[in-house]
Every structure is written in C-alpha cells, then in structure tokens.
C-alpha cells in the first residue's frame, strides 16, 4: 500500500508538512512519500492561461502521485479561514484535467490541521471536509492539533498525551478499515 502525504502550504517551515510527515511514521509498513508543494509551483490559475498554455507538466506530475496513492494524508494550512493559494492553485489546475475520475480520485483521505492558535485550523478543516467529498475525495477521518508549538516536538512529535491518543486511535482505525 502507498501513502501519499503533504502539507497544503508553501511555507518552508510548514508546521503543516510537519505534522504530515508526523504522521506517515505511524504507518512504517506501507511506502510512503512526502510532497512538497513548493515542488510543484505553477502559474496562477486561469482559464485564459489553460487555452493559451495548456496544463502544466506539474499539474499532471501531482495527479500522477494522487492516482497512484492507497491513502492521502494531508494536513491543511488555514489562511483566513480557508485554504492557502498554494494548495487551491493546485487543486485548480488538477480539476481541469480531462479524463480523471474526479480531482482526488476518489482516493481514501485523512484530513488534518493545525495551527499556532488554539483552534487548531477548524475552519480550513470543515471546509475540506465539507467540500473535498465533492471533488473525489473519500474522507476517512479528521484531526486537528490545536497550538502547535505547545503541543507538538520536532523530535518526539505530538507530546500532549490526549492529541496523541487521539491520532494514535484514528490512525489505528484506518489502518484496520481501509489499508487491509
């Protein structure tokens, strides 16, 4: 099975991309890769770009890594609420490619994240949870670490006891209904 994970950010220092990667340690018996979105930095979106220009090679790189995916980990940075220009440039790009089943391919995802505050990005994760079903993703589960810099450690992970429980148990039901 493949684990595909990435943060929605561009930052370099993505607390976001943290937490993903973060995660992808609980899943040590699957292949595992981790995306970078700076690595795949297109022009804005527009329909005018499309016509004159066509798809990018990168929007058609990223879809490749979805499709051949068993599970999308992806922890979402929230910018006023909602997703960064980084990932919905992205999500845009891949939504106009033709013959795709649907945006995320209808692939098993896990949703996070977090934030430096304490709602731990609530608002970019009810978005997503409320919109990606529409867009091909099947979400399998949620989790938001609230105040990041208090509850999370480069080198241990998540050290408070209650949000580590949490994704502990989330991750262990995952793997037993949908990674068999």
Known sequence: MK???FGGSNSAASI???????TTSFFKEHSIEILDLNEYEMPLFSVD???????PQLALDFAKKIDESDLLIISLAEN???YTVAFKNIFDWISVIQGRKA????KHTFIMATSPGSRGGASVLNLAKTTLPF?????????????????FNDEKGI????HFTELQSKIEKIKTDFLK
């Open 103 to 106: 945006f995320w391919g209808n």
């Open 49 to 55: 770009k499309l016509a004159k220009n066509g798809l």
């Open 80 to 82: 006023n609420g909602a």
């Open 159 to 162: 050290v408070n006891a209650v």
């Open 16 to 22: 976001n991309k943290k937490l993903a990667t973060y």
């Open 3 to 5: 684990v595909v994970a």
């Open 135 to 151: 867009y091909g993703a099947n979400v399998i589960d949620t989790f938001s670490l609230p105040s990041f810099y208090e509850n």
